[in-house]
C-alpha cells in the first residue's frame, strides 16, 4: 500500500531535519490522497467481482503502524494515525488495530511522537532513534495518540476530517493543534 512521499513533494522548502520531526507543513497537506489510498485498498468493491465477497468476509481487522512515516516521511501523528484511523472508519466493516513501536526500519523513532510529553515520547526516542539520527525529543508535543481517542471518539468522522483540514503548521505537532477542535 503506497502512501504519498511527503519528502518528495516538499522539495527544497523542508531540511531532512524538519521532515524527520513533523516539522514540516507539506506533510499535513496530502489528506484526501492518504485517505483515498488506504480506502482503495481495503474496500472490496475495489476487487475483482471474483474476490469481492471473499475479501469482505476475511478482511475484519486491519493492522498498521507507522505508515506512511517512514521512508516517506510523513508525519506520524496526522498520516499514521488520524488518516488511517479516519479512513478505516469510512469502510464500515472493519476495525483498526494499531501499534506502536519505537524502532522501525525506516526513519527510526518518529512514530514515538504519537505517545505525547506524558506518553514517554522522549524515553521512546531515546531507545529507537539510533544518535545522530535527527529524530529530537525536543520535538515531543504535549498531547498523545490516546487524547486523539477520547477527543474523537463517538463523534462523527467527519469533525477529525474537518480538524485534519485545518490544522496549522509546525512548529506545533498536530496533537497539540487539534487541541479542542
Same mark, same amino acid.
Given at each position: ?5 511527503? =519528502?518528495?513533494? *516538499? ?5 531532512? %531535519?524538519?521532515?524527520l520531526n513533523?516539522?514540516c =507543513? ?5 489528506? =484526501? ?7 482503495v485498498s ?11 465477497e471473499a ?23 496526522q ?6 484511523w479516519?479512513?478505516? %472508519?469510512?469502510l464500515?466493516?472493519s476495525?483498526?488495530?494499531?501499534y506502536?513501536?519505537d *524502532? ?7 512514530q ?20 545522530? %539520527?535527527?529524530?529530537?525529543? %525536543?520535538?515531543c508535543?504535549q498531547? *498523545? ?16 476530517y ?20
Open positions: 500500500l503506497q502512501s504519498v512521499c511527503s =519528502d518528495c513533494i *516538499s522539495g527544497t522548502a523542508c531540511t531532512h %531535519s524538519a521532515v513533523n516539522a =507543513d507539506s506533510q499535513r497537506r496530502h489528506l =484526501d490522497d492518504d485517505i483515498a489510498a488506504w480506502y481495503f474496500e472490496p468493491s475495489f476487487y475483482n467481482p471474483a474476490v469481492q475479501f469482505a468476509k476475511i478482511v475484519k481487522r486491519i493492522g498498521t503502524g507507522p505508515w506512511g512515516a517512514g521512508v516517506w516521511y510523513g508525519d506520524s501523528q498520516y499514521t494515525f488520524l488518516t488511517v479516519l479512513a478505516t %472508519s469510512l464500515g466493516k476495525s483498526l488495530d494499531y506502536v513501536y *524502532s522501525f526500519c525506516e526513519n527510526r523513532g518518529n514515538c511522537f504519537v505517545l505525547g510529553q506524558d506518553g514517554g515520547c522522549a524515553d521512546c526516542i531515546a531507545r529507537g532513534a539510533p544518535p545522530g %539520527s535527527g529524530v529530537l525529543a %525536543s520535538s508535543g498531547r *498523545s495518540i490516546l487524547e486523539m481517542v477520547r477527543q474523537f471518539q463517538g463523534r462523527p468522522m467527519l469533525d477529525v474537518q480538524a485534519l483540514l485545518q490544522v496549522g503548521p509546525p512548529p506545533g505537532q498536530v496533537f497539540d493543534l487539534l487541541q479542542g477542535k
